[in-house]
T-cell receptor, first 113, second 115 residues
Framework: DAKTTQPTSMDCAEGRAANLPCNHSTISGNEYVYWYRQIHSQGPQYIIHGLKNNETNEMASLIITEDRKSSTLILPHATLRDTAVYYCIVRAPLSGTASKLTFGTGTRLQVTL | EAEVAQSPRYKITEKSQAVAFWCDPISGHATLYWYRQILGQGPELLVQFQDESVVDDSQLPKDRFSAERLKGVDSTLKIQPAELGDSAMYLC?????????????FGPGTRLTVL
């Protein structure tokens, strides 16, 4: 799976949009971009995933650049409950051992009043 | 909403003792994963099951760790003997199928402290 690079930490004011970047310059054509987050003392939670088109669900939007070498997770109106570590993961939709998630250290998002 | 259950939530043990963690995946999920998360790092896969069979245990320290999923439903992860470096969060996750794009659902984890 391709390696990802994320900033160590970010701050965001409550009610504002949080934009979390991720670089994955070695991504392959069949690899998807996944985002998970982990709130303190809980297990990771799936947020969203995409291949090349922008995606949106009830939690967030995922913007993938045209060359697919980077992406941005957008939380449109961040709340204090969005304070968490956000992981960007790239993996191919293959069977067997390739289905595992390879986590990096993620971005620690702190939402403040 | 269905959830992955884990127990215990917290475990404190002394080194050289045996510990065991239990996981009950979401009903119908064929694939089960055990991850270990050291403080300040992301989770790292230890072992992966498809039904009752091990698919990947390449990162499992087999001299002291063992995992089983006898009936292809719930699973147990054991450490014997525990070492100081085993202090970590042990996370269980499940997904509907092994292949494809299925998201993984994580349990709350078991936080192990080895003294």
């Amino acid at each position: 799976d391709a390696k990802t690079t994320q900033p160590t930490s970010m701050d965001c004011a409550e009610g504002r949009a949080a934009n979390l970047p991720c670089n994955h310059s070695t991504i392959s054509g069949n690899e998807y971009v996944y985002w998970y987050r982990q709130i303190h003392s809980q297990g990771p939670q799936y947020i969203i995933h995409g291949l090349k088109n922008n995606e949106t669900n009830e939690m967030a939007s995922l913007i993938i650049t045209e060359d697919r070498k980077s992406s941005t997770l957008i939380l449109p109106h961040a709340t204090l409950r969005d304070t968490a570590v956000y992981y960007c993961i790239v993996r191919a939709p293959l069977s067997g051992t390739a289905s595992k998630l390879t986590f990096g250290t993620g971005t620690r998002l702190q939402v403040t009043l | 909403e269905a959830e992955v259950a884990q127990s215990p939530r917290y475990k404190i043990t002394e080194k050289s003792q045996a510990v065991a963690f239990w996981c009950d995946p979401i009903s119908g999920h064929a694939t089960l994963y055990w991850y270990r998360q050291i403080l300040g790092q992301g989770p790292e896969l230890l072992v992966q099951f498809q039904d009752e069979s091990v698919v990947d245990d390449s990162q499992l320290p087999k001299d002291r760790f063992s995992a089983e999923r006898l009936k292809g439903v719930d699973s147990t992860l054991k450490i014997q003997p525990a070492e100081l470096g085993d202090s970590a969060m042990y996370l269980c996750a499940s997904s509907l199928e092994l292949a494809g794009y299925n998201e993984q659902f994580f349990g709350p984890g078991t936080r192990l402290t080895v003294l």
